[in-house]
């Protein structure tokens, strides 16, 4: 039997670290809410040629989210996985290219509705400054109509976005809306809700099944369009500084950020939550648990493991677990803001 060459062994070692990667993202993020998805990664997972092609990628760039959009965005048939394996394989250059140009910037108004008790909360009105922000459709929870299962739906009327959230333990329900007076927000990539090539990205990042997703999307950026948000490009570390201290007299100046902080490096989290302590600021931070390790021991409970949530925070007090799509929000028992 001849020995296998260094570079044969961590092609394979990759090789098993990527499917196992596209097996979760099989098991705890596509089940129950995209079937193709979680047909589709488990053939990834399950075929050499993939793997190989993956392996060649640098490692933020093998991710389940990216290559799916990619492939799907460029036309790959996501209903049998087969006949999609064998179009990435045909077309790898062109998905290789796409997925080396665009990131994973799926940005989900949804998540307004995880937010909205702590933003309604806090001494009014409020400029919102968001980290990672995508597009910024997360900058308008005052534009959206909400519909807690406990309780009426409200919002503006008219609004083409309806945001639907189960909810438990006592989650303080807001009044009334945020009164927002400035938003702002920063990426690495910041996308232009009137630019036909980002919006159709965006559109190509909604999972094949989600088709409320969709429609909430396409409603989300045309919110976006009539009122555009103050966006620069950026890294988040060496921005919030200036975006905090540009806020307007008067407004309560809230740093947020949902799905951003797990780009980043241990280190430059560690800087962010310096930079954001020291800032005159309220913080409020939505991501998943293992983000902010100081996090973990304030928690009154263990994460759920039997489903993929995140730990919503403000100022460094986790108050719930939510939905890493804004569809659910499990409020802690005296925790947070006092009920309403
Ligand atoms: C998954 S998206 C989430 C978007 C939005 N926060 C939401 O909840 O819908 C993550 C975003 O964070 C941005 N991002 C990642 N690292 C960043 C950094 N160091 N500075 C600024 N933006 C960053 C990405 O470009 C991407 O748009």
Known sequence: MGSRSPAGVAAELDGLAIADEYRRFARYQARGHSPSYEALSFGVAGDERLLALLH????IKRQPNLLLAAARHLGAPVDAADRFLDWVVANWERVRSLVLTRRTQTNESARCATLLPLLAALPQPLALIEVGASAGLCLYPDRYRYRYDRGEEFGPTGSPVTLPCRTSGPVPTPRQLPEVVWRAGVDLNPLDPADPEDAGWLESLVWPEQTEWLERLRGALGVARTEPAHLVRG???????QLVAQVPDGATPVVFHSAVLAYLDPQARAQFTRTVRDLPCHWISNEAPGVFPELL???PEPAPADRAAFVLALDEQPVAFTGPHGERLDWFA???????
């Open 235 to 241: 890294d988040l570390n060496e921005t919030v500084r």
């Open 334 to 340: 005296g925790h947070g803001p006092e009920e309403g």
């Open 56 to 59: 060649t990628l640098p490692p």
């Open 297 to 299: 021991d304030k928690l």
